[in-house]
């Protein structure tokens, strides 16, 4: 049933003259279901926070005659969702390209899709797209590179496709071209570029910031970057509201790109429908003084401010299925032998010298950290910066694997372990995929959430959309189904969707549950999560999102 919205007052209900002494609310929530409330019924919100929780005929003392009455039909009402890692700002955007590959397919089957695309593109443009995957791009040798065949049906213009999960591109000669790069050319910091095995030619792939470099020329060429930046940020934006997302953790600012001024003119209209903790990214080869300087200009931290600028995003290394990730022990397979352990985009020792000078700007970090040595060498660098006496929030998010001996640093070190469990193969442990480049006793290691959460660490989920489902409901879900591996029950997984992720970004005072004088951030759900079998929970229905009181999202609109 929905919620039913009046902004008369509820008659056949006595109210003493006593009541009203309280003072006024904006809005008063009654004959709800209240996670962390069992015996209240309704919330009082005014001035966009949370004045009062309780009981339906008390809360009424707070009405005037402009308060406007939500009668919720028994629906639950939940901490707005704190989606710790979301890349919102690109995930919806046309900017990042119209030409889509397929997932699955070889070289030979992309052939279809790259011809649709060269129809349908402007030839004095930059070409981009997306959704290959490495794995079946590389599968097979065949008679010719990926360079090959892109660049005979481009030809002429300069193209770039990311790889599903954003740490690959595929480029033509005019792509590379522009960039200066050659097969003489030397690998940028966190980047690799992949050369035929028997030629020892350029064979159109490059992996994690080789790519980025790339994709970053074919962005800033845009004619109608801004608005097409614009549309993108609002429609991310919206579908994060109808999820029931009221925080948002940004995976990662591309400042180079124009990114900031998209976001800080989404304030000024006042179009935004979330609060957002802003990342700017590091730049591996960029010098850190440059870096420095211009992120002590963006830098801010208004606890009520929808934008908050004070958490860096930074890479410790790449991926597992591009062979980046970076290792403790060597991969059995990789596509990159000169480097069996990974790599770094920010080496170990840089880290540290990096956290520290952030530290004296005002800035913590929120840092990807894929491998079992990325994990460590980050764990390392946060240690310095606590013997050093920083009390910053930190954060690793992705950490997949975990080598026993760090497993209990999370905890000792007060550093939040951000997980995406918000796919299918995560929660049914299918990673056969990884025992190609893993063997089985680590592959068997991957994804461990109980692990790390029974040492008392605050743990986190989130969606890293579009990579996963940006609908909580389905990692909370997820992390269940997990098993041993995920966490143990429905109020551990609500909770670190909500204030453990609060806790993450520095807002546990402001947001991520309900209390009174905290932000008015609600999810408003048709049944009550906790009391459903867990594998129907990801389809309840999201009635009403509610951001500092303000109704951002509403089903029936």
């Known amino acids: 049933m929905k919620p039913i919205f009046s902004p008369a007052l509820v008659t056949g209900l006595a109210i003493s003259a006593s009541t ?12 709800g279901v209240i996670y962390g409330h069992d015996n209240a019924d309704a919330i009082v919100v005014a001035n966009g926070e949370i004045l009062y929780i309780g009981n339906q005929s008390d809360a009424l003392g707070y009405q005037s005659s402009a308060t406007e009455l939500v009668d919720l039909q028994d629906a639950f009402v939940m901490p707005g969702f704190i989606d710790n890692h979301n890349h919102v700002f690109e995930a919806a955007s046309e900017a990042g390209g119209s030409c889509e590959l397929s997932m699955d397919g070889n070289l030979k089957e992309q052939i279809r899709y790259l011809k649709a695309c060269r129809r349908n593109a402007n030839p004095n443009e930059w070409l981009t797209g997306y959704g290959f995957s490495i794995d079946a791009l590389l599968l097979e040798r065949g008679p010719y590179t990926p360079l090959e065949v892109i660049d005979k049906i481009f030809p002429d213009q300069p193209v770039v496709l990311m790889e599903q999960t954003s740490h690959s591109m595929w480029v033509n000669s005019v792509a590379l071209k522009q960039a200066g790069i050659t097969k003489y050319s030397p690998e940028p910091q966190g980047g690799k570029i992949l050369k035929d095995e028997e030629t020892g030619e350029l064979n159109g792939i490059l992996m994690d910031n080789a790519g980025d470099i790339v994709m970053e020329m074919a962005w800033n060429s845009l004619s109608n970057q801004f608005d097409q930046s614009y549309d993108g940020l609002m429609a991310g934006l919206e ?61 801010s931290r208004q606890e009520k401010d929808l934008l908050l600028v004070d958490q860096v995003k930074m890479y410790s290394d790449g991926i597992f299925i591009n062979g980046t990730a970076k290792m403790l022990t060597p991969y059995f397979d990789t596509y990159i032998p000169d480097e069996p352990r990974g790599i770094n985009y920010i080496p170990p020792q840089k880290m540290k010298a990096w956290l520290s000078e952030l530290d004296k700007i005002g800035f913590s970090a929120h840092i990807h950290a894929i491998g079992d040595g990325a994990v460590r060498e980050s764990l390392n660098a946060i240690e310095a910066m606590r013997d050093l006496g920083s009390t910053k929030p930190y954060t690793l998010t992705h950490i997949e694997l975990v080598n026993k001996k760090d497993v209990p640093r999370f905890e000792a070190l007060d550093i939040s372990a951000d997980f995406q469990v918000g796919s299918d193969y995560v929660a049914y442990h299918e990673h056969q995929w990884a025992e190609a480049f893993l063997g089985a006793k680590r592959t068997k290691a991957l994804m461990n959430l109980r692990a790390i959460y029974d040492t008392k660490a605050n743990v986190t989920l989130s969606s890293d959309w579009n990579v996963h489902d940006i609908n909580p409901l389905v990692g909370i879900a997820n992390s269940v189904i997990m098993g041993k591996t995920g966490l143990p029950d429905i109020e551990s997984a609500i909770e670190a969707y909500t204030i453990n992720a609060a806790h993450s970004l520095g807002l546990e005072t402001v947001t991520g549950s309900i209390e009174v004088g905290k932000s008015a951030d609600f999810a408003i759900l048709e049944k009550d999560i906790r009391q459903m079998r867990v594998n129907k929970i990801a389809d309840t229905e999201i009635l009403m999102t509610m951001l500092q009181g303000k109704v951002v999202f509403d089903s029936e609109s």
Do not use: C
């Open 239 to 299: 579908q994060a509201a109808a999820h029931g997302i009221t925080t948002i953790g940004d995976g990662r600012l591309y400042w180079k790109r124009g990114w900031y001024e998209v976001w800080q003119e989404a304030k000024k209209s006042g179009d935004l429908t979330a609060r957002v903790s802003l990342r700017p990214w590091i730049y591996p080869t960029d010098p850190m003084t440059e870096q420095l300087t211009y992120l002590s200009t963006i830098q």
């Open 20 to 31: 009203f002494a309280f003072g006024q609310a904006d809005m008063i929530l009654t004959n």
